[in-house]
Every structure is written in structure tokens, then in C-alpha cells.
């Protein structure tokens, strides 16, 4: 006989187990308590953290400088590692920063392509 157990609220996994008073998730590793009740903010500012490629966190406004060559579609030149990017804004998706870059215009980058200056 099989007890039913609250989903992960990291992962939403239905294959949870306890572990003495707390009940862990096989698929991510999360571990909580159940009768601890986590609310809406906490799970949302976890999840809209940007970190660059060394781990640090990014805000708005923040200067970052490119770490590895990135090719641009439609450029003749990729984006040369090194170069500065100054007041960058946070965005939802895939490509979580909207910034300007000298030479190039408008651009959308990966947080893991950039470190904090």
C-alpha cells in the first residue's frame, strides 16, 4: 500500500518520498518541509535570479563584458570577447539580457556569455 505524498514544489515531481519529518524529491534533490507553507514570492525570486558565467547576480543597470567570441547573424564580425556592455536590462526568456553594443545596435545576450564588470 502506496501513501500519496505533495508533489516537489521545486520540480512538481509526484514521486516524492519522506526522509524523517522532511520529504525529498528523487528527479531534482529538493528536500522541505511539509508543513512548512513557502510562498508565491519566494518561489518567484528564486526563479527571475540572473547569474552571470562566474555565478554572480545581475541587475539592472549592471556593466558586463563578454567572455567568449559570440557570432552575430546577419554581421560580418562576431562580438569580440572582452568587450564592454554598459546599463543592461533583465528580461524574460531564452536570451535574458537586452542591451546596447558599439558597432552592433540593439542586442538580446545569454547571462552565461557575460561576467559582471
Known sequence: MSEEFAPCPKCSSPYTYPTGILLAC?????????????????????????????????????AVVVVKDLPVKGAPKPIKAGTKVK????????????????????????????RKA
Open 26 to 62: 528523487p528527479e531534482c534533490g529538493h528536500e522541505w518541509n511539509p508543513e512548512e507553507t513557502t510562498t508565491e514570492e519566494d518561489t518567484v525570486s528564486e526563479e527571475n535570479v540572473v547569474k552571470d558565467a562566474n555565478g554572480n547576480i545581475l541587475q539592472d543597470g549592471d
Open 87 to 114: 546599463s543592461i536590462r533583465l528580461v524574460d526568456g531564452d536570451h535574458n539580457i537586452d542591451c546596447k553594443i558599439d558597432g552592433f545596435g540593439s542586442m538580446a545576450l545569454k547571462s552565461e556569455f557575460v
